[in-house]
């Protein structure tokens, strides 16, 4: 996602958020996103089960 991304560009963007958002906020912001990953990856984990077990359940019935 960021390959596009090159040179002073990565830097501008830096600046933009933190003129958005201000340098307080940026912390929260990135921890924030950090939390919604990582229950996004289990959410998807948590699926993944739940398809293998069905899957199981269907195997057996057969």
Do not use: H
Request: no cysteine.
């Amino acid at each position: 996602m960021i390959a596009f991304l090159n040179g002073y560009e990565p830097f501008i963007i830096l600046g933009v958020i933190v003129l958005l958002f201000g340098s307080a906020q940026v912390p929260k912001l990135a921890r924030n996103l950090g939390k919604a990953q990582k229950e996004f990856k289990d959410g998807l984990d948590e699926g993944k089960a739940d398809a293998e077990t069905d899957d199981e359940k269907t195997s057996a019935d057969s």
